[in-house]
Structures are given as structure tokens and as C-alpha cells.
């Protein structure tokens, strides 16, 4: 099992910027989290969840179209840690965000998956 801790989240006007983090540890004291992509991912009142940013740790990078230059997403892989920072900040940002953590395996099959509580981001005009 793997634990996902998240702080960042909070209020910004529109324009400006918020960084996210989120840190993975293994339930087990003394073990490491056997994951090797994290993410985020955010959901709106009234619409699904959907992806934000995605790093593996090879250090492949996927953004959500929304982002559209935006946001960046950085990983600690010996840390297990992510980061998004969000710049430019819109209205329609407002949403819960939530740590995702994933083991794929070599056929892109999802081995295990694990998801943080999510933390509230919400951008005024």
C-alpha cells in the first residue's frame, strides 16, 4: 500500500500561481513505494475527473489539453515526490486536485494504483 500526502492547495486570483506537492510513502515502515508514475488529476463540481499532468519515472512527461503551457510537472523519483506548478491561473482551474500514484507494468497494464485525499484549489476572477 501506498500512502499519498498533498499540500499546496488554496486560494489565487485569477493570473497568478499555486504550486502543488505531493509526497508518496509505503504503509509498510521500512519499505519503499513501488510506483513508477505519478500524477495529478482534478474534478470539478458536477464533471469528472480528469487528468492534469503525468510524469513516469524515465521522466516522460503528458499534460492535460487544458494546460495548454501553463502548468509544469516535476518528480523527486528517489523521493517519490511531485510537483505542479500552475501559472496563469483560470476560473475554470477551480477544482479538487488529487496524487495519483501507479505501477504500470511493461504491457501498460495498471499493476496497483493509489490516490491521495485531494486538495481544493479555487481561483477567482
Known amino acids: 500500500q501506498v500512502q499519498l500526502g498533498e499540500s499546496g492547495g488554496g486560494l489565487a486570483q485569477a493570473g497568478e500561481s499555486l504550486k502543488l506537492s505531493c509526497s508518496a510513502s509505503a504503509s509498510v515502515p521500512g519499505s519503499v513505494p513501488v510506483v513508477n508514475r505519478m500524477a495529478w488529476y482534478r474534478q470539478a463540481p458536477g464533471k469528472q475527473r480528469e487528468l492534469v499532468a503525468a510524469?513516469?519515472?524515465?521522466?516522460?512527461?503528458i499534460y492535460g489539453d487544458f494546460v495548454k503551457g501553463r502548468f509544469t510537472v516535476s518528480r523527486d523519483v528517489a523521493q517519490y515526490t511531485i510537483d505542479l506548478q500552475m501559472n496563469g491561473l483560470m476560473p475554470e482551474d477551480t477544482a479538487v486536485y488529487y496524487c495519483?500514484?501507479?505501477?504500470?507494468?511493461?504491457?501498460?497494464?495498471?499493476?496497483?494504483?493509489?490516490w491521495g485525499r485531494g486538495t481544493q484549489v479555487t481561483v477567482s476572477s
Open positions: 495519483h500514484a501507479a505501477y504500470i507494468n511493461r504491457r501498460g497494464q495498471t499493476h496497483s494504483e493509489f
Open positions: 510524469m513516469t519515472n524515465n521522466g516522460s512527461r
